[in-house]
C-alpha cells in the first residue's frame, strides 16, 4: 500500500506556470505507474498525464500536451507535474494516483491509490 500526498497548487494567471509535487510513502513507489488525474466542478474526473514505474515512458492528454510535462524520481518517493502556458480551462482539483497492476490505462478505475486532491486556479 502507498499513500500519496499532493503539494504545490494555488492561483496563477493564465499563461502562468506551476509545479506540482506527489509524494509517496513506503519503499515500493518504484513498482508503481503514476498518474495525475484532474476534477474541474460539476465534471468527471478526468486522465492528464502518466509515468511508468521506471520514467521511461509516458503519455498525454491531448488537452495539455506540449504544455505539461510529467516526471519522477524514485530515490525521492515523488512525481512532479510541471505545468505550463496555463489556461483558464485547467482549473480543477489535480490528484496524484498510483496504479499498481501496471495496467497504464487513462480510467480512474484502473489507480488503485489517490492522493486528497490540490487546488489549481487559473484566472483569466
Known amino acids: 500500500q502507498v499513500q500519496l500526498v499532493e503539494s504545490g497548487g494555488g492561483l496563477v494567471q493564465a499563461g502562468g506556470s506551476l509545479r506540482l509535487s506527489c509524494a509517496a510513502s513506503?519503499?515500493?513507489?518504484?513498482?508503481?505507474?503514476m498518474g495525475w488525474f484532474r476534477q474541474a466542478p460539476g465534471k468527471e474526473r478526468e486522465f492528464v498525464v502518466g509515468?511508468?514505474?521506471?520514467?521511461?515512458?509516458?503519455h498525454y492528454a491531448d488537452a495539455v500536451k506540449g504544455r505539461f510535462t510529467i516526471s519522477r524520481d524514485n530515490a525521492k518517493n515523488t512525481v512532479y507535474l510541471q505545468m505550463n502556458s496555463l489556461k483558464a480551462e485547467d482549473t480543477a482539483v489535480y490528484y496524484c494516483?498510483?496504479?499498481?497492476?501496471?495496467?497504464?490505462?487513462?480510467?480512474?478505475?484502473?489507480?488503485?491509490?489517490w492522493g486528497q486532491g490540490t487546488q489549481v486556479t487559473v484566472s483569466s
Open positions: 494516483a498510483a496504479d499498481a497492476r501496471l495496467r497504464w490505462g487513462v480510467s480512474a478505475t484502473e489507480y488503485d491509490y
Open positions: 509515468i511508468s514505474k521506471s520514467g521511461g515512458s509516458k
Open positions: 513506503g519503499r515500493s513507489f518504484s513498482r508503481y505507474d
